[in-house]
């Protein structure tokens, strides 16, 4: 096992009855709070009018940022952090995805940077260290930001999603209540759900080293607790008890102990150009790239076959057909069932109508300009790249 | 699933080469360190002298608290207090086994309360609340008291263990290398991943509620893996995968994300009267009681048989033997020859040659003074606790 280094302080209060202690996570750290979200849905399930009442009656100063696109664009970054530099906001309150969140974190770490533009960060024209406390409140099992250091923004100018990382971006508190939850559609919850798998794929299942007994067998299990109850949260949206696991889960596949001591790149989420481009739901391109991505590797080596038999009898219930080859294809015919038939997800990118694609552009995006993805699972030069792509078409 | 609260803020050093974070913590909180350690076996593997010139390189102040007790003392704690204050100490190094962590953090409360004796405040006669910070070194895989904010201390003149918990004890740092486990003897490495296991089964596994998918899939797997990697350690004390994987399960097993949500009584850790009344090995006295309470237990009814057949084929990995009753009864059998023959550890007091047993005290004892464990995975009576132990004679 490689050698690494955790700490994660966020403080989760999670369940329907945690929302009293809102007042108490603000006022460590002030009396002005911006409270940033996204297109109004937090208004239709009656949270905006619930945490609004909660804040007010503890006489906290309360201003608003909303309208937070679903791939958070740098310019409303810049207008959050202007907005607490001339209010002189103490924290800043995230109600909503994962958009809203990383949105929140980047305000952060720009309030207090010698910038006007979050680019700068991102680009590295401007060092940063410090930034505003952020109080997540999920309302979609997804991303995990909420326990999370790291955000994602994009700037539509250039086409490109990038973001920024560091401690003092992870949220000081969380309210994760999966009642919050309910309301988000199957459409929605299985992109987001998918999104949860890709990131315990991505850094944890599939990984370029030895296997650490502890964490594989413990995302193995993760994964496959996300299969079944993200099945029963397509289907019954105000099960409380398939929500509340999606959501736990959610948290628990970014927060650093799932990934101890790996050093996978992380492939899926690399070849995930689409969204940006497209302005397509994150997720949704994990769930249309990553059974590809898998056909396209099995035959790399019988390792891979291992791993990927191992995947479909661990993690998607198939019976044992006797060989890693048969087990893994069962496999992965396995996932692209789930994602077609369970979570009812297109799978290709023409049952979306995306036909105008520049696969060249994207074959370098995937690479982050260089020539290859060295240190994924299996190397994927931008060639391998390209190929995975035109399987997606 | 209930609503639960989590946060845990320790921050792990992992692996083979992270002593030279050690100063960084230390200078967190000033020079002046109090070194809190065994009966010297930190000096026989060499750990002493790399600690020490460590601390000594970066000009740090050091004492000493040398010979904590297995099940360590009130009185070493006073001491330990004792010098604190004399000396100013500005953090508590930890190193060894669950007793010295224990050890240094009650040492940690006291130094900053408003008495001279431990034992005020597990009486509540004093409040407090404020500690010490402490880095905790763990030697062995076993309590999890590096992440953990309880600990507990044995009054040998009352013939009782008991302790005190807050968020403030837990460790700020913790360093968990596995090489410091390599000279862990079989028998206290069984004992220890014993511990490990009866964490996880106490208030995780075998539980009075509705099983949480997320947190009960993942706590069979970590016992699982607990299992398989402890038989590994046993028979080869120096393969570093199987001691990583312990030590980091140690730490997770009660760190508070396994339990979230539930609120079962700890039933083997309070039948667990042994070791404070024999000086016994903790784990040991869990690997005694643990068959026998799940034999005991297993008539009780139907779900109960239907727990333990999991436990059979998912911990213990038996062959489905097509009935409930009859894969618990195999699933217990394979725990008892598990600890018998995998971990060669006595099954039963007589072994150990303890017969002067006055069954009436422990069973009063194992009830913390009350007539039941009202809220254990089955409620048991002190009757129910006497019989358990006369399975143990």
Redesign the interface.
């Known amino acids: 096992?490689?050698?690494?280094?955790?700490?994660?302080?966020?403080?989760?209060?999670?369940?329907?009855?945690?929302l009293a202690?809102l007042h108490e996570e603000v006022f460590k750290y002030g009396k002005n709070v911006l409270v940033v979200y996204g297109g109004g849905s937090i208004k239709k399930i009656g949270l905006y009018d619930k945490v609004m009442n909660e804040l007010k009656e503890h006489d906290i100063e309360v201003y608003e940022l909303s309208g937070v696109e679903p791939n958070p664009r740098h310019t409303t970054v810049n207008k959050g952090a202007q907005i607490c530099r001339e209010y002189h906001i103490s924290v800043i309150l995230a109600v909503g995805g994962g958009s809203t969140i990383d949105a929140s974190k980047a305000i952060a770490a720009l309030t207090l940077a010698d910038t006007d533009n979050i680019w700068d960060l991102v680009e590295k024209k401007v060092t940063w260290a410090n930034a505003l406390p952020v109080i997540a409140m999920p309302t979609i099992a997804s991303t995990g930001s909420e326990m999370d250091k790291s955000c994602v923004i994009a700037n539509v100018e250039k086409n490109i999603k990038s973001g920024i990382n560091g401690e003092v971006l992870r949220p000081k508190a969380a309210f994760l209540d999966?009642t919050n939850t309910f309301t988000v559609s199957p459409i929605q919850t299985a992109c987001g759900g998918f999104d949860i798998m890709a990131h315990l794929f991505d850094m944890n299942y599939f990984v370029n080293s030895?296997k650490?007994?502890?964490?594989f067998?413990?995302v193995?299990?993760?994964l496959?607790?996300v299969r079944?109850?993200l099945s029963i949260a397509v289907k019954e949206p105000d099960n409380?008890?398939a929500r509340?696991?999606l959501l736990?889960?959610a948290s628990?596949a970014l927060n650093s102990?799932c990934t101890?001591?790996y050093k996978t790149q992380a492939q899926l989420h690399s070849l995930e150009q689409f969204s940006s481009t497209y302005d397509m739901t994150h997720g949704l391109a994990l769930a249309i790239i990553t059974p590809k991505w898998m056909s396209y590797l099995l035959n790399k080596d019988e390792t891979v076959a291992k791993d990927f038999a191992r995947f479909g009898i661990n993690v998607m219930g198939i019976k044992d057909l006797g060989n890693d080859k048969d087990n893994a294809l069962a496999g992965i015919n396995a996932l692209q069932s789930f994602v077609k038939d369970e979570l009812h997800l297109p799978v290709t990118l023409s049952e979306m109508n995306i036909t105008d694609i520049d696969l060249d552009e994207l074959k370098v995006k995937a690479c982050h300009g260089e020539v290859s993805l060295p240190k994924a699972y299996r190397p994927l030069t931008q060639e391998d790249c390209l190929n995975i792509y035109k399987m997606c078409l």
Chains 1, 2 share one sequence.
């Open positions: 096992m490689n050698d690494f280094q955790f700490q994660n302080t966020t403080k989760v209060y999670f369940g329907k009855d945690q202690h999966p030895d650490y007994p502890l964490q067998n413990v193995e299990t993760v496959k607790t079944e109850q409380y008890s509340a696991t736990w889960a628990w102990f101890s001591g």
